[in-house]
């Protein structure tokens, strides 16, 4: 039956004692090898070779069937040399895996990964999915996953994909879920960007919001501004874009005959600013956006219920404003706020 001896650990540099193990393939070579070595690599050949022996003296036979005899002589080859050239891998590598999975050699199965990873096209992404799993290899699992939800289309028209779907509905369904569930990633980082585009708006609403009531711009500002910046002020805003719509919809809401009976969505939105505004506002006395000092006396006395969808807002938009100072740091910032008259409602604004 045994045809031939192949030897395969002469790449090494170090003199070795005469073979003490043969390795039988299924196509009948003999492959001579050292017991030690092999028993230092692979936990489970170490099991065989000390299997207890009819004779002691006799050989010690490990058959390697089921995959093509060079392909367990690169496996041997790896056992004594810790290497595995790209032509062994590009021929080999599905069995060279399969083989570190069977004989328990970790190096050796890290390296199948990342050859079979480079490898991997929508041909063989089918087939390299179910070794992996057979081979419990996670990460080209992964990888093989991540192929297939990219060429989704492609791949369904392989022979692969058409094998699975007919005779192995599990592995259909978890690549099926593992791809809805990678959309559903996709939609849920869109929305949390969409969501932090807001929240950075309304914290420049803030910004702006304080702008106008403090310094004054263009139409709308406190009534003490001194003349020269009264002048200044009269020129388009150079700090926001928002300006000059926000200064619209504060003289809207000041002048604004449906507010009263709360028909009015301008002023609905103005007075939500304004209570967004109360409420992340810390300058109490000092502050000169109208209506802050009511809101937040009105917000202490009434505890209301709808406190902690306010106190979630109000964190969003200070966390978008952080996020946004560290991501944009030449952003125009507001000047300090210095004024210690107290100011309540519109009573002291100019609106023209
Ligand atoms: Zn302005
Ligand atoms: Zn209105
Ligand atoms: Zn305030």
Same mark, same amino acid.
């Given at each position: 039956m045994v045809a031939h001896t192949i030897a395969v650990h002469n790449h090494t540099d170090r003199i070795l004692p005469?073979?003490?193990?043969f390795i039988h393939t299924s196509a009948g070579t003999r492959i001579p090898a050292h017991s030690t070595i092999l028993a230092s690599v692979s936990p489970v050949l170490e099991t065989v070779i000390d299997r207890p022996r009819k004779h002691r003296s006799s050989e010690i036979i490990i058959q390697i069937h089921g995959v093509p005899c060079q392909a367990v002589a690169a496996f041997v080859t790896f056992v004594y040399t810790s290497r595995c050239t790209e032509e062994q891998m590009d021929k080999y590598g599905v069995h060279l895996l399969a083989l570190s999975h069977v004989y328990n050699v970790p190096q050796l199965k890290q390296r199948c990964t990342k050859g079979l990873a480079q490898r991997l096209t929508v041909e063989n992404v089918v087939d390299l999915l179910q070794l992996a799993r057979l081979c419990d290899a996670p990460d080209l699992e992964v990888r093989c996953m991540r192929l297939l939800t990219r060429h989704f289309k492609a791949v369904e028209d392989t022979e692969g994909w058409k094998f699975v779907s007919n005779n192995d509905p599990w592995l259909e369904l978890d690549i099926l879920r593992f791809i809805d569930e990678q959309e559903m990633r996709k939609k849920k980082c869109q929305k949390?960007?969409?969501?932090?585009?807001?929240?950075?708006e309304l914290s420049e609403a803030m910004d $702006?919001?304080?702008?106008? $009531?403090?310094?004054? $711009?263009?139409e709308v500002g406190p009534c003490h501004?001194?003349?020269?910046?009264?002048?200044?002020?009269?020129?388009?805003?150079?700090?926001?874009?928002?300006?000059?719509?926000?200064?619209?919809?504060?003289?809207?809401?000041?002048?604004c005959e449906k507010r009263m009976n709360r028909g009015c969505l301008r002023c609905k939105r103005m007075w939500q600013l304004f209570r967004l505004h109360a409420y992340v506002c810390h300058q109490t006395d000092s502050c000169k956006v109208p209506l802050c000092r009511q809101i937040q006396l009105k917000?202490?006395?009434?505890?209301?219920?709808?406190?902690?969808?306010?106190?979630?807002?109000?964190?969003?938009?200070?966390?978008?404003?952080?996020?946004?100072?560290?991501?944009?740091?030449?952003?125009?910032?507001?000047?300090?706020?210095?004024?210690?008259?107290?100011?309540?409602?519109?009573?002291?604004?100019?609106?023209?």
């Open positions: 005469e073979p003490d193990v949390h960007r969409e969501e932090q585009r807001v929240y950075f $702006c919001l304080e702008h106008i $009531c403090t310094e004054g $711009c263009t501004v001194d003349s020269t910046t009264r002048k200044e002020r009269r020129k388009p805003c150079s700090k926001f874009d928002t300006c000059h719509g926000l200064q619209q919809l504060i003289r809207h809401f000041a002048t917000m202490q006395q009434e505890k209301r219920k709808d406190d902690s969808r306010w106190k979630l807002l109000a964190k969003k938009v200070a966390s978008a404003r952080v996020i946004s100072s560290l991501s944009l740091p030449k952003r125009k910032r507001d000047e300090e706020i210095k004024v210690t008259v107290d100011n309540n409602g519109f009573t002291t604004f100019e609106l023209h």
